[in-house]
């Protein structure tokens, strides 16, 4: 095989997402003598980047050849051929068909025309602009070898990075050099935000004719990420009138999404409230100049009775959402993020927020109804934890930031199990089909469905283990079909690594316990999401048992999760009921060194 051949399908393998043959490995080039060249690297980087240039021109190419498609000449001439073809009936609708023509003259307009502009002059761009630096000098695929779950890149706020920090790896990217840091990513999705075109951001105004370059190369970035086969979606989070002109960066993403990202729990939870914060509800906003003239009435009505906190910085907010008991709002997303730490919430605007207070059904606030409204509030005691509990527990299932980015996968065409933070697996024992069932009623009972259920089947030896496995999943099969992923594991009985000698026989080990060496480790280095919950046979749980956990590690993004008596709290030590996988996996009793949180 010649060099220029062992060149070529290495960059095919690398540009299909193979892996390359390794450089120095004769089997896999055969040729020796290209081995350890330092030139074969270089080259196949030169030619990975070239097929990348050149996809990246088919794309604008294609996207040039959409827009010509829609055009007058092009709509002119397929009315011509298809008049030629049939003159009846449609030469005898020609004349029609021209007039109509005529009135839809002067070629594209709105996002069409945005799009096939953009796409010629990045064209121009790309013929004469030769190789850039930064790409020859950047070797492609090395920033996020050995990442796992969602990798995220994209035009990207500060406040974004920081909320989607916790469920994925983000990587935002600037504009001078987007295109060449996409091709190293690595990513799986690409977020396109409105909110970083604002004033201040780098990508600012970058849908305004007056700041023409940011605008192609933000183009430049959706073709490139289209090219190279990641998904884009347009995450439309600011009122159209603080980011105009995007409408074409709509058009050329593969979705959009109007929802925003939710609310990050991590940030924004009821975690060490103060029992005597104050009271009196207090307005969290720069006051909106085109705010709708009955929210201005109201807001100015309540000035006195209410405080006024003004413009405050993103990474403030949480601090000052934990340290007052109440709050006016008028965003839903706000809102939500108020109650998330345990405040009261009375919604000026018609949003409906489950565990706000509104107004009456149908009617809106009168001034005096929110005057007294707001006194009512200021008086009440702070919110105790069993009042704050249902609350998140609405929000964790359906506002949370995962729920959002399982959203946005979804609508990318990417599998839901890439976000692993919710993924946990419920380890247990089951040694017949009568144990199971059991075991399947008791999980089947709960709110939050498991990602996974690893089952310990006990048995004397290995070879007689095959049959009560058997009967054991097949008990299982209800959870199977709610998407619960079943791993059957043999446990062999009264052996070093089974159960221990002095065991009861027929009384399983207790999850609970893990001081005693045997199945729970086993049970857990068998799963494969990252967190575990141990599941005692004939214990009941209540219907919000995992879910509760999970909100609980969702907000402390604690090692492990457990009830020592302190409500929402940190804590020195503790029985987990909830940990990572690698804690349970250790087998280590001592319950000191990582994060521990208690629930209750």
Known sequence: MSKAETWMSQVDAFDMGEEPPAVGDPD??????????????????RLARSLRETRLQLAMTQARLGALEQSATMELGRTLVRAARRPWPRGVQLPLDLVRLWRERGGLAGPGAATLALASAQLGDLAGGGDRLLSVLTAPGLDTAGTAGLVITGVLTARSCATLAADAAVLPLLPHD??????SAGADLVLIEAAAMLAGSAWAYAGDPAAADRGRRLGRLIAAARALGKPVIFVR????????????????????SDDGLGVQLAMFNPIGLDGSRPRDPVYADPRDPREPPAIRALLNDVAGPASLAGQVPWRRRPALYREHAAFLAVSAGQAREQLACGARVIMISGHQVDGAIMPTAGEGWSAAALRDKVAAVGAERPLAEAEILPVLREIFAAHATPVRLMALAALAGLPGDMIGARQIAVAARA????????LCVSLMRQRMMPAELVVLVGAPDAASAELPGRAVTAALGDLADRGVTIRAVPWVTGVPGGRDATDNPGQPSEPGQLGEPGWLPR?????????????????QYHESYLFDLACARECSQAD???????AYAFVPSLEPALASREFFASGDAARHGPRLFSVS
């Open 560 to 566: 492990a999760v457990g009830y020592a008596g302190a």
């Open 237 to 256: 989070n600011v009122p159209a009138y603080l980011a105009p002109g995007l409408d074409w960066v709509a058009a050329s993403c593969d979705a959009v």
């Open 28 to 45: 896999a080039t055969g040729d020796p003598d290209a081995t350890g060249d330092p030139s074969v690297a270089a080259e196949r980087d």
């Open 178 to 183: 987007a295109d060449v840091m996409l091709e």
């Open 523 to 539: 049970a857990a280095k068998m799963a494969r999401s990252p967190w575990v919950v141990p599941w005692r046979a004939g214990h």
């Open 431 to 438: 040694d017949d089909a009568a144990a199971a069932a059991a």
